[in-house]
């Protein structure tokens, strides 16, 4: 058996997981993964019928979806079957997860939807709040660059890799909730980049190994010398808000977030928010209520030239470091929802 931790969950499988680093044995663990298991054969054990959850808008030319989401009846079980061929079962506790991949495709390839969408969702069934996010280790607190898929989440956490300072997590951050603060669970010691995003930090796309044979997405390595993964829990200082790369002179350049926006904006970038009942729905809104009040949140608007990808990191660290540091967000009318710390 492998043992394994991530986002705060101790993981215990019957195969090697591409990705994840093997921990000596625990004695007992929070989720049960069987991989290359008969997912077909569970599913005709349990004769309960199942509901449509989730299906993707992005199909393919022959009207398949990318992702169908199913949950039986009696509400025991999760199915979630990909465009691929790719299956995975889930118990409603989030504590076992099966697994099967069709043959032509990789264990890899299954390991990217593993370390993203299922444990994400894992979490959100343990009533984790994740969003949809990259995060570092600045000076003992954790900041976290949140966007839209292609904003560049994961070039910026790994452009201060660089330049030393650990990465927490990439794509799945997971908040534990401690009523007036917040704290970040370490994901997995890697960074998964697009091609164009290497070329821009160090120069060629071939730098770095594909993330699965038959993807094209890079893949850095924490492990590696020169890198540091957050292994530890850190509190989350700072929330920065990807926009739209700019070709302003300006650019970058920080912005302040207004409240009545900041809300939905963490909404609407919270992971796997598309499965979410509304029991999860509630909770979410709850705790990302109170996220405003105590964490900063700002709007980070990058230059679309990578030459700036420095002066856009001193931004943020200046920010940082700030002689009064501001909590919260300032509201319409100019006041402040928050509190200032010397």
């Known amino acids: 058996m492998f043992h394994y931790f991530a986002y705060g969950l101790s993981i215990c499988s019957n195969r090697a997981?591409?990705?994840?680093?093997?921990?000596?044995?625990?004695?007992?663990?929070?989720?049960?993964?069987?991989?290359?298991?008969?997912?077909?054969?569970?599913?005709?054990?349990?004769?309960?019928?199942?509901?449509?959850?989730?299906v993707s808008s992005d199909a393919d030319g022959d009207g398949v979806p990318q992702l169908i989401v199913q949950q039986a009846r009696d509400q025991t079980l999760y199915h979630w079957v990909y465009r691929d061929g790719t299956e995975f079962l889930l118990d409603h506790r989030g504590s076992r997860i099966w697994a099967q991949w069709p043959s032509e495709e990789t264990i890899e390839n299954m390991a990217t939807y593993l370390l993203g969408p299922i444990l994400g969702f894992v979490l959100r069934l343990r009533g984790v709040t994740?969003?949809?996010?990259?995060?570092?280790?600045?000076?003992?607190?954790?900041?976290?660059?949140?966007?839209?898929?292609?904003?560049?989440?994961?070039?910026?956490?790994?452009?201060?890799?660089?330049?030393?300072?650990?990465?927490?997590?990439?794509?799945?951050?997971?908040?534990?909730?401690?009523?007036?603060?917040?704290?970040?669970?370490p994901g997995y010691p890697g960074l998964r980049l697009w091609p164009e995003s290497v070329n821009a930090l160090y120069g060629s796309p071939e730098v770095l190994p594909r993330l699965t044979p038959t993807w094209d997405k890079r893949y850095l390595d924490l492990k590696q010398s020169g890198y540091h993964f957050q292994r530890r829990p850190l509190p989350l200082a700072a929330i920065y808000i990807l926009g739209e790369r700019s070709m302003d002179p300006s650019a970058p350049s920080i912005e302040t977030v207004p409240a009545q926006a900041s809300l939905i904006t963490l909404v609407r970038?919270?992971?796997?928010?598309?499965?979410?009942?509304?029991?999860?729905?509630?909770?979410?809104?709850?705790?990302?209520?109170r996220l405003i009040r105590h964490v900063r949140l700002r709007r980070l608007v990058p230059n679309a030239n990578p030459v700036y990808l420095t002066k856009l990191c001193d931004l943020v660290l200046d920010d940082l470091c700030a002689p009064t540091r501001h909590i919260g967000n300032v509201t319409g009318d100019g006041r402040s929802s928050g509190f200032l710390l010397p």
């Open 130 to 185: 994740c969003l949809h996010a990259s995060a570092i280790a600045v000076g003992g607190e954790a900041i976290a660059f949140l966007g839209a898929a292609g904003a560049g989440k994961s070039t910026t956490a790994a452009f201060f890799a660089t330049l030393g300072y650990p990465v927490l997590s990439d794509d799945v951050v997971a908040l534990t909730d401690q009523s007036s603060s917040f704290f970040i669970q």
């Open 17 to 54: 997981v591409p990705g994840l680093k093997s921990l000596p044995s625990l004695s007992e663990s929070d989720v049960d993964l069987q991989l290359g298991y008969p997912v077909a054969t569970l599913l005709r054990m349990n004769s309960c019928p199942y509901v449509t959850r989730y």
């Open 269 to 289: 970038n919270t992971y796997v928010n598309y499965v979410l009942d509304k029991r999860m729905r509630a909770q979410e809104f709850e705790i990302l209520g």
